[in-house]
C-alpha cells in the first residue's frame, strides 16, 4: 500500500455487514482517514465510537479500523468523515480474524525514528587495497546477541536490513540500512495490549536519545501461523518523515545513552529489566517527563510543574507511599475514623488525611534536600555551587504558582523557566538512570558533553 496516494473501498461497522458504504482512504501528511459517501449514523445521533469499521480496497487489500469516530453527516454534503487510531491490512486471502474479528499477535517489528542514530549500526566500511584503489565494503558484524530484554513473556531484539553494494562502477545505486526493534512474544496480545506495549517502548526511547521519538509507520504484526500483517498508526500533530529513510538521508542526532554506551557499562538484559522496574513503580514521574518533550505547545510554567511534580512523586514513594497516616498526630487519626465509620465518601476522606499529613509532615524543601544526600557530588557537577539557591528557586517558584505565596524570595521571572527546566531534567535523568543501574559519574558526563542536550519543550 503506498501512503501518498488514496483507495477507493467499500466499508461498514463490524456488527452491521448489511449496511455497506462506499468511501475513499485518504493520506494527509501521514495522517490517515476515511471520506465517506454517506453516514452510517443518522443527523439526530450525537456522534458515536465503535470498536471495528471494516473496508475491502480496490487493491484487494482487507482493513480493520480499530476505535473509530463516527460523526454526525454535515448539512448539504453528501460525504462524511471516519477518523480513527489505527488500521492493520493484508491481502485479502490472508485476512481470516475470529468470528468477532479479532485478532491476537505474538511477534512485532517496528522502529522509531532516531532509532538508526541510536543503534549506530554501520554494515559498510570505507577501504584502500595495496594497489591504491579505494571503495566500499560490505562487513558482517554479529548482530546476534543484539538482544535488549528476555523473560518468559518477552525477547525483545534489535535487527538490522541493509541493501547489497553493486559491483559495476557505473550502475547508480544508493546504499540503504535500517534498524529495528524486533519483539517476540510468549502468548498473544489483541490491539489495545500491542499499543500499551509500543507505548512503553517509546518512553524509554524518548528519555534515552533527550528528544520525543515517533513510531515510523508501517510497522509489522504476526499472527500465531506467521502471517504478515501491516499497520498504520495515526498521531496527533505527528513529525512527518520520509517512509522509507535511508543514509543520505539520516537525521543526525546524539542520543544521551547509545547502545554501544549502555552495552560497555552494563548488561543490555539489566538495563531494560531496571527501565520495566522503573516505569512500573514509578508511571506517574515518568509520564510527567516523557510529556514535556512531546507537548512543545506547553508554556515554560506548566513543564516546571510538571517536572516537579515528577521529582515530588518519586520522593513520595521512595519515602514510604503508604506512609501517609504515620505523619497524623492521634488525635488526627480519631478524627479521620470518625468520618469512615459515619460514611462519609472515600474521596473525602483521602483529601482530609492528605490535607492532615502535609500540615503535620516535613516541608518540601526538607523532604527535597534529604533526597538530595545520596546524590550530592554529581548534583554539583551538574548545577555548579548552585545548589542550594536550585532548591530554593524550584520550591519558592512552585508554591508560588500553586497558591500564590506572597513570602516566596527566589520565585522566578518568565523568562527563567527554560533554563531552569533543562537543569531539573538533568537532575530527574540523575535519578532515573541511577535506578536503572547506570554509574552516576557516567551519566553526569553524556549529560554535560551532549551536544543536542539544549532542547527545548
Request: aromatic share 14%; hydrophobic share 40%; charged share 25%.
Amino acid at each position: 500500500m503506498d501512503y501518498r496516494k488514496y483507495y477507493k473501498g467499500e466499508f461498514w461497522i463490524k456488527d452491521n455487514k448489511d449496511e455497506k458504504l462506499f468511501g475513499l482512504l485518504k493520506f494527509l501528511e501521514g495522517v490517515a482517514y476515511i471520506d465517506l459517501f454517506g453516514s452510517f449514523i443518522s443527523s439526530n445521533d450525537k456522534g458515536k465510537e465503535v470498536e471495528f469499521v471494516i473496508g475491502l480496497l480496490e487493491n484487494n487489500q482487507f482493513c480493520i479500523f480499530h476505535n473509530c469516530k463516527l460523526q454526525r453527516p454535515a448539512p448539504f454534503r453528501t460525504s462524511n468523515f471516519i477518523n480513527f487510531e489505527f488500521f492493520v491490512h493484508a491481502p485479502q486471502h490472508l485476512f481470516k480474524p475470529t468470528k468477532d474479528d479479532k485478532l491476537e499477535f505474538t511477534r512485532v517489528k517496528f522502529r522509531f525514528d532516531f532509532l538508526n542514530d541510536w543503534t549506530g549500526i554501520n554494515v559498510y566500511s570505507p577501504y584502500i587495497d595495496v594497489n591504491g584503489n579505494s571503495g566500499i565494503k560490505l562487513d558482517q558484524p554479529d548482530l546476534s546477541d543484539l538482544v535488549l530484554f528476555e523473560d518468559k513473556d518477552l525477547l525483545l531484539r534489535v535487527g538490522h536490513e541493509y541493501s547489497m553494494p553493486l559491483s559495476n562502477p557505473f550502475s547508480s545505486f544508493e546504499l540503504k540500512q535500517e534498524s529495528w526493534l524486533i519483539a517476540e512474544i510468549n502468548g498473544e496480545l489483541d490491539f489495545d495490549g500491542v499499543f500499551s506495549f509500543l507505548e512503553n517502548k517509546e518512553d524509554i526511547f524518548i528519555l534515552l536519545n533527550g528528544k520525543e521519538v515517533l513510531l515510523t509507520t508501517p510497522f509489522v504484526l504476526y499472527t500465531k501461523s506467521t502471517k504478515e500483517f501491516f499497520c498504520f498508526k495515526n498521531r496527533i500533530n505527528a513529525r512527518f518523515e520520509p517512509l522509507v529513510l535511508s543514509e543520505s538521508k539520516r537525521i543526525i542526532h546524539v542520543p544521551i545513552f547509545n547502545l554501544s554506551q549502555l552495552t560497555d557499562l552494563m548488561d543490555l538484559k539489566l538495563f531494560f529489566r531496571g527501565w520495566i522496574g522503573v516505569s512500573t513503580r514509578y508511571p506517574d514521574s515518568i509520564r510527567a517527563i516523557v510529556t514535556c518533550f512531546k507537548q512543545r505547545n506547553l508554556n515554560p510554567e506548566s513543564t516546571f510543574l510538571n517536572l516537579v511534580f515528577s521529582l515530588e512523586k518519586i520522593i513520595e514513594i521512595d519515602n514510604g507511599k503508604g506512609l501517609v497516616r504515620n505523619m497524623m498526630s492521634q488525635d488526627e487519626l480519631r478524627h479521620v475514623s470518625i468520618l469512615e465509620k459515619h460514611g462519609v465518601p472515600l474521596n473525602t476522606v483521602k483529601f482530609i488525611s492528605a490535607r492532615l499529613s502535609k500540615k503535620s509532615g516535613k516541608k518540601l524543601k526538607v523532604k527535597i534536600n534529604e533526597y538530595f544526600l545520596p546524590f550530592d557530588g554529581q548534583l554539583n557537577q551538574l548545577l555548579g555551587k548552585e545548589m542550594e539557591l536550585f532548591v530554593n528557586k524550584l520550591v519558592d517558584s512552585r508554591n508560588h504558582l500553586a497558591h500564590s505565596c506572597e513570602d516566596c524570595k527566589h520565585q522566578m521571572r518568565p523568562q527563567e523557566f527554560i533554563g531552569f527546566n533543562k537543569r531539573l531534567v538533568k537532575v530527574l535523568y540523575l535519578i532515573i538512570f541511577s535506578k536503572m543501574g547506570l554509574p552516576q559519574d557516567k551519566i553526569v558526563k553524556n549529560l554535560r558533553m551532549n551536544p543536542n542536550f539544549a532542547f527545548e519543550f
